[in-house]
């Protein structure tokens, strides 16, 4: 089992090594933070994964302009706070994504559980990428607009104005990643540990209303999600990683029978 669990080490160290020193420029995360009810959440997450106190998670709408991907892609996702042993971390449990390399690369390389989606993403009513392009940048009283569909469902919607530029704004990519890798495989699933590298590059406070909805598929209104705390519209580069994903705990193969719907279904 130790030399099994070294190949397999190495081997997710050697295709993520490919990806260090790349850079995803001028990533944008439009982001609102949530209490939730831990008793429903824990569904969710692997019990081998603790959750940080207060109870947070971040809902988002993502778009990368500039990426490893040849063009744009969007992405939407949760992100559940949770405790490392560096301090609060994030989870994600779920997320949706417009491009099948991205796709394909999210769960091979960092266990993010991605499906297919379908997206919208405007600044004052421009996409992403178009303002990237023509290096828009933000100003106070933006109007922004993001939307995450899928199966013909819209599971998220994000209306709401960009504000001030925060001082010394948190890292949001950027911080220590447990994600869970080989819920697709005849491995045993493990929660593995990385951490991204992001630079800030013009992150903004935004005043966002959010919409929510669930689907059989994406069950996003059984997360125990509750009131909302706060909404940021991040702008980032993603350097690469300054830690590979490296397995740290087994998870339970019951785990993914259990959340079928939310992460491949």
Known sequence: MTSKLIEELGHVRNRWGSLSGMQYRGAHYLSATYEFDPTVMRRWVPSTIRFAQPYRVDVFCAAFPQSLVEGPYLEAGILVHVKTAFGVGVHCPWMIVDNDFALIEGRE????????????????????????SARLRLSAGDTVH????????TLITMD???????????PYIGRH???????????????????PIERHAGT??????????????DPLS????????????NVVDILGVAIPPIPILPVSPAFHLRNFRLRTS
């Open 204 to 217: 903004r406070d935004a005043d966002l209303a959010v919409q929510i909805s669930g689907s059989i598929g």
């Open 109 to 132: 390389l960092a266990g993010y559980p991605k499906k297919m989606g379908e997206f919208t993403f405007t600044i004052n009513d421009i996409e992403i990428h178009e303002r990237h």
């Open 177 to 195: 990643h447990r994600n869970v890798l080989g819920l697709q495989s005849v491995s045993i699933p493990r929660v593995v540990a990385f951490k």
């Open 222 to 233: 059984d997360l125990g999600i509750g009131e909302q705390i706060s909404g940021r519209l």
């Open 146 to 153: 993001a939307e995450a569909r899928r199966n013909g469902k």
């Open 160 to 170: 709401g104005t960009v504000g001030a530029e925060p001082v010394a704004p948190s």
